[in-house]
């Protein structure tokens, strides 16, 4: 199973702009490569505050509008991820409490695979399959 682990955002990293220390970052990179090791990390990243983002609003029919960051709800916001691969829910969960977070908060949802879609048809699932191998391969 897959997971995305989401970093919630908090004013701190978000309006202020505050970046991790030094010691915040080695241990970090600690648990990162603890992750690896294990064979269980398949991407993960930290994200620059709102105020360097955007978003895209679709409505209807009309072309897509491009709002520029910051936003205002940094608690809604995402600060960084993990894309974890584990045999169930209560793994990521003992992986997660193994972090090296002081405060704050994270969501762990499980990522859809394409099992889980009652009208992925046979062909559909082919044409994702090759999709990805291209991606990966990328």
Do not use: C
């Given at each position: 199973?897959?997971?995305?682990?989401?970093?919630?955002?908090?004013?701190?990293?978000?309006?202020?702009?505050?970046?991790?220390?030094?010691?915040?970052?080695?241990?970090?990179?600690?648990?990162?490569?603890?992750?690896?090791?294990?064979?269980?990390?398949?991407?993960?990243?930290?994200?620059?505050?709102?105020?360097?983002?955007?978003?895209?609003?679709?409505?209807?029919?009309?072309?897509?509008?491009?709002?520029?960051?910051?936003f205002?709800?940094?608690?809604?916001?995402?600060a960084?991820?993990?894309?974890?691969?584990?045999?169930?829910?209560?793994?990521?969960?003992?992986?997660?409490?193994?972090?090296?977070?002081?405060?704050?908060?994270?969501?762990?949802?499980?990522?859809?695979?394409?099992?889980?879609?009652?009208?992925?048809?046979?062909?559909?699932?082919?044409?994702?399959?090759k999709?990805?191998?291209?991606?990966?391969?990328?």
């Amino acid at each position: 199973m897959r997971f995305m682990v989401i970093v919630k955002s908090d004013e701190k990293t978000d309006v202020a702009g505050a970046q991790p220390s030094a010691e915040e970052l080695q241990e970090m990179g600690k648990f990162n490569e603890e992750l690896v090791k294990a064979g269980v990390m398949l991407a993960g990243e930290g994200l620059l505050p709102s105020s360097e983002g955007f978003r895209l609003q679709y409505s209807g029919t009309t072309e897509a509008r491009v709002v520029d960051g910051p936003f205002a709800e940094s608690k809604e916001l995402i600060a960084g991820f993990w894309i974890l691969q584990v045999k169930d829910r209560a793994e990521v969960i003992e992986w997660m409490k193994r972090a090296p977070f002081r405060e704050g908060e994270i969501e762990i949802r499980r990522i859809a695979e394409l099992e889980d879609f009652d009208n992925a048809t046979p062909e559909i699932v082919e044409h994702e399959q090759k999709l990805r191998e291209q991606a990966e391969a990328n």
